[in-house]
């Protein structure tokens, strides 16, 4: 990953905000970047260098960020039913699944997008997910927001107060990053099952 590593960091040397800008930007609509490393090399450099300054680190990371997940949004709002359909047919699902997965988005789903901003990978997903899924858009806006803006400030003061334990701390985020997401994905395995065993009892009964 070192190598990784060095681009990001001559990218954003070499670009300044507008790298910033593009790596949370394309992580936030749905393209495999790690916007959280972008986010984490700018606030260092905001601390090493006087070529990026905090205050607009935080504004623009929260305006790519929140940007891109809305965008996203609107790509899994009109494209999600080829994208449930591809679904369906690689993991098996049924609509019985589809129902349960999009009642969990209508009754958690504003929780689930705001702590989705802190996973490596979720955060990448859940605005298109949500959109394909038919989430409330103002409520999708509303919690997106409110994770973005918690996300970028808290990545981007750590960054800069542990700016010379940088490899420790990033490798610290990346570890507690996917241990939330597996909790996250438990509870939400467990939540998705219970809202299935639901309509199947419904369906039982009305066919009753």
């Known amino acids: 990953m070192y190598w990784f590593y060095h681009e990001v960091h001559h990218f954003l040397l070499s670009w300044g905000y507008w ?4 790596g949370l930007f394309a992580e936030s609509m749905g393209l495999p970047v790690p916007g959280e490393t972008f986010l984490m090399f700018a606030s260092f450099l905001s601390n090493k260098t006087s070529q990026l300054q905090l205050q607009w680190v935080i504004l623009i990371g929260i305006i790519a960020a929140a940007m891109g997940d809305n965008l ?4 899994g709002y009109h494209f ?5 359909r591809w679904a369906k047919k690689l993991f098996r699902l049924s609509d019985e699944d589809i129902r349960a997965a999009k009642n969990l988005i209508k009754t958690h789903g504003g929780r689930t997008i705001f702590f989705s901003r802190f996973i490596f990978g979720l955060r990448t ?3 298109p997910l949500a959109g394909s899924l038919e989430m409330k858009w103002a409520r999708f806006f509303k919690f997106n927001l409110l994770g973005a803006a918690t996300w970028v400030t808290v990545m981007t003061f750590c960054g800069y107060a542990f700016a010379n334990e940088f490899n420790t701390l990033l490798g610290y985020i990346e570890k507690a990053s996917w241990a939330m997401a597996g909790g996250l994905f438990v509870i939400g395995y467990l ?6 065993h639901h309509y199947q009892q419904r369906n039982q009964k009305r066919a009753a």
């Open 19 to 22: 790298a910033l800008l593009l």
């Open 80 to 84: 999600g039913k080829t994208f449930i």
């Open 72 to 75: 996203g949004f609107f790509l």
């Open 125 to 127: 997903i859940a605005g």
């Open 191 to 196: 939540i998705w099952r219970q809202q299935k």
